[in-house]
């Protein structure tokens, strides 16, 4: 049995914010009901190669001109049927069409409404246009990205923001749903993905108010907390945040006289001073092998890793145990993150073909 076994969700979004958050409720057993534009579908079908199939395996394609009215009445008697409707069009958009909420909520009374936008569906910046990188701009994550000692970097490596979204937006539907089950009452969310993304810089925005505002050098610095290359320009990865484990990496690579200087003796004075310990650390790491250095950690109490690369990922052996990435045939799929005892998920490595399932619903 899957967790959302006869939850049926009408998906109208695009790119990744939507598709991803309906990718976990296909995963959680949810059927999947995925509206597309006719002729070109979902933007991510010709944009980036590989990024539609990840994330719309196991979801129903259908094809619908949200202009033609015989399309409308469509939509209509599906959004009849179904529990979720998320759209992810501009502010006013779905109005426009004559799929506001309001109109909605007529057709099912306990339907659960969600919007995902960029900045919310009211406010100054509500109807601009956006990427992932200018809502990393607006919640303040890129202020303190990158190089400690220079400006803004857009350096993540993921999108940040618009996944950020997606995991709202889920956690808020699966609420509004058990909330259903005690009143069933149609629900609104409204998820903007840059309050999305400020929400994850809660940590931060309380240690900078909490350490009196001190500049992005001072704030971002992480003394024996980075990367480091070693003499076959491979990279470790050290993370000393409590105390055991500064002291630990000082007398495992020879720097216990780093453990005798009060510049040193806290997390703070740590970050205050990172670039004289992460310079040390770097000195002593280029002088062994990668293999070497994990020789020497291995029975050391100490957060050290090897830094894989995305080909690496496939033959890491923690990951191989937990069947976490799995290589199959045609690519590569990532497993659900969560291991339920006694409840099923849904594994679909297809992702559907633009209209596959039109004769289903049409």
Known sequence: MYPLEGIRIL????????????????YLGAEVIKIERPIDGDLDRH???????AVNCGKKSVELDLEDELDKEVLRNLIKGCDVLI?????????????????????????????????????????LPGHDLNYLAVSGVLSISGDPKGGPEAAGGIQIADLASSLYATISILAALLQRTKKQDSVYIDVSTVESTLALMIP???????????????????????TFKTKDNEYIAIACVEEKFWEKLCETIGMKEFLLDGMFSSWVQRMENAEIINDRIASILAKKTLAEWMTVFANEDLAISPVNSIKDLVNDPHLKYRRSIIKTEKN????????????AIKQDDHAPQLGEHNYLFK
């Open 11 to 26: 998906d109208l979004t695009n790119l990744l914010p939507g598709p991803f958050s309906t990718m976990i409720f296909s």
């Open 47 to 53: 944009k980036i190669p590989g990024l539609f199939e």
């Open 87 to 127: 759209e992810g069009f501009r502010p006013g958009v779905m109005k426009k069409l004559g799929f506001d909420k309001k109109d909605v909520q007529q057709w099912n009374a306990s339907i659960i409404y969600c919007s995902i936008s960029g900045y919310g569906q009211d406010g100054p910046y509500s109807l």
């Open 204 to 226: 931060r925005i309380a240690e900078y108010y909490g350490r009196n505002e001190p500049s992005k050098d001072e704030f971002m610095g992480r003394g024996a907390y980075g």
């Open 332 to 343: 590569v799929k990532v497993s659900y993150p969560a291991k339920f005892e006694n409840l």
